[in-house]
């Protein structure tokens, strides 16, 4: 069985910065892409940023210059630095991992999701 636990989110206010992570755990054989979501109140859920095994990163474009997506491969866990934060980006974050358990795969699973809330 395999968890993806989030933590970092919080109230921050405009123009702050919020650090995420997400660790993933159980049994695992490798991870693929691991990325960052969110979904606000009456939106749809929402690619923020994305990071390949090797390191290869992709952004929306309403972050770029603004978040960082990073990973440390050795712990599985994916970082998401937010700087700059602006009331839009208020959501609930949710962390996706694309990975193998065994010889089959790969297979997605997600995080149960962190609330960051920016407001003055």
């Known amino acids: 069985q395999v968890q993806l636990v989030e933590s970092g989110g919080g109230l921050v206010q405009p123009g702050g910065s919020l650090r995420l992570s997400c660790t993933a755990s159980?049994?695992?054989?490798?991870?693929?892409?691991m990325a960052w979501y969110r979904q606000a109140p009456g939106k749809q859920r929402e690619l923020v940023a994305s990071?390949?095994?090797?390191?290869?990163?992709k952004y929306a474009d309403f972050v770029k210059g603004r978040f960082t997506i990073s990973r440390d491969n050795a712990k599985n866990t994916v970082y998401l630095q937010m700087n700059s934060l602006k009331p839009e980006d208020t959501a609930v974050y949710f962390c996706?991992?694309?990975?193998?358990?065994?010889?089959?795969?790969?297979?997605?699973?997600w995080g149960q999701g962190t609330q960051v809330t920016v407001s003055s």
């Open positions: 159980g049994r695992i054989f490798s991870i693929n892409v």
């Open positions: 996706y991992a694309d990975l193998f358990t065994g010889v089959t795969g790969p297979f997605g699973y």
């Open positions: 990071i390949t095994l090797g390191g290869s990163t």
